[in-house]
């Protein structure tokens, strides 16, 4: 914390309660270069700040994900990310916040430290320009302790979206060191994006993967699992090699994929090691 404005401690919250609806899986859990989002972001956060949190919803709290980690539980449902904000303000309402998203996967540290540098303890909040728009970036900002009672009475006025009360409150607004520091992933399309963004070398590097076939794909394979060693990328990928081996006569859009245990999407990175299921309209056993 040396150098950094000090008029009130700073704690770090990320954030991990949303539902991933978008991405139809937990995004805290997504992984990049061996770490899961999660992880990262407190790897990043932690050593700027004397104590670090996840913010969750309470029916998280006990996910493996979360639950090794200091944890802030929402006391307000169907907020979205400002009910997070609100939880650590009322536990420790005289320390500022650096609130972060968990799914900022180019965020880098440099971003960080230009934040904590740049942070004006006299106003409520410092906060980044989005290089996209302009707008305030709410999820990587410093929240001051003199926001808290703003932001209740935002709250309780009906409204939830932090950025408007950026909008609305006394900020110090900074522009990004980092043009894509920034840039969230919110569906399996862009998860894939990013990995082959962070990962160029290795998206296409030979990965061992298990299959599982039910019903019809068990009778046209003439087999139940086999193992693997494929290039391929997403499971739509790998499903089209897979045709070329055996006589599969449903289409990818007639099936379901599930990697490693939970329903995907035909366009997410495959990993080495991923156990892959197809799974027919009807799957028997």
């Known amino acids: 914390?040396?150098?950094?404005?000090?008029?009130?401690?700073?704690?770090?919250?990320?954030?991990?309660?949303?539902?991933?609806?978008?991405?139809?899986?937990?995004?805290?859990?997504?992984?990049?270069?061996?770490?899961?989002?999660?992880?990262?972001?407190?790897?990043?956060?932690?050593?700027?700040?004397?104590r670090a949190f996840?913010?969750?919803?309470?029916?998280?709290?006990?996910?493996?994900?979360?639950?090794?980690?200091?944890?802030?539980?929402d006391s307000h449902e169907n907020l979205g990310p400002i009910a997070g904000i609100l939880a650590a303000q009322t536990r420790h309402p005289l320390v500022a916040w650096l609130v972060l998203a968990c799914d900022l996967p180019f965020l880098d540290e440099a971003t960080l430290d230009h934040l904590l540098r740049a942070r004006l303890p006299e106003r409520q909040a410092t906060a980044y320009r989005s290089s996209h728009d302009g707008?305030?970036?709410?999820?990587?900002?410093?929240y001051e302790p003199s926001s808290r009672e703003a932001l209740a009475a935002y709250v309780a006025g009906g409204k939830q979206?932090?950025?408007?009360?950026?909008?609305?409150?006394?900020?110090?607004?900074?522009?990004?060191?980092?043009?894509?520091?920034?840039?969230?992933?919110?569906?399996?399309?862009?998860?894939?994006?990013?990995?082959?963004?962070?990962?160029?070398?290795?998206?296409?590097?030979?990965k061992h993967i298990k299959v599982q076939y039910y019903a019809l794909l068990r009778e046209q394979a003439g087999r139940s699992a086999e193992?693997?060693?494929?290039?391929?990328?997403?499971?739509?990928?790998?499903?089209?090699?897979?045709?070329?081996?055996?006589?599969?006569?449903?289409?990818?859009?007639?099936?379901?994929?599930?990697v490693n245990a939970e329903f995907g999407e035909w366009s997410q990175p495959l990993a080495d090691g991923d156990s892959v299921v197809f799974i027919p309209p009807v799957a028997g056993g």
């Open 227 to 258: 193992a693997l060693i494929t290039v391929a990328r997403t499971p739509r990928e790998l499903f089209e090699e897979l045709k070329a081996r055996h006589p599969f006569s449903l289409a990818p859009e007639m099936l379901r994929v599930a």
């Open 1 to 50: 914390m040396t150098g950094y404005a000090t008029t009130a401690s700073v704690y770090g919250l990320v954030l991990a309660g949303g539902r991933s609806t978008r991405m139809q899986r937990d995004k805290a859990g997504l992984s990049y270069h061996g770490r899961t989002q999660l992880e990262r972001a407190l790897a990043l956060l932690a050593p700027r700040v004397e």
């Open 161 to 206: 979206c932090p950025r408007k009360f950026l909008l609305e409150a006394d900020i110090r607004l900074i522009d990004e060191p980092n043009p894509r520091a920034l840039d969230n992933v919110n569906t399996p399309e862009e998860y894939a994006s990013a990995m082959a963004a962070l990962s160029p070398d290795t998206t296409s590097a030979r």
């Open 135 to 142: 707008l305030p970036e709410p999820l990587c900002a410093i």
């Open 54 to 73: 996840v913010s969750v919803r309470p029916d998280q709290s006990a996910e493996p994900c979360r639950a090794r980690f200091a944890q802030i539980v």
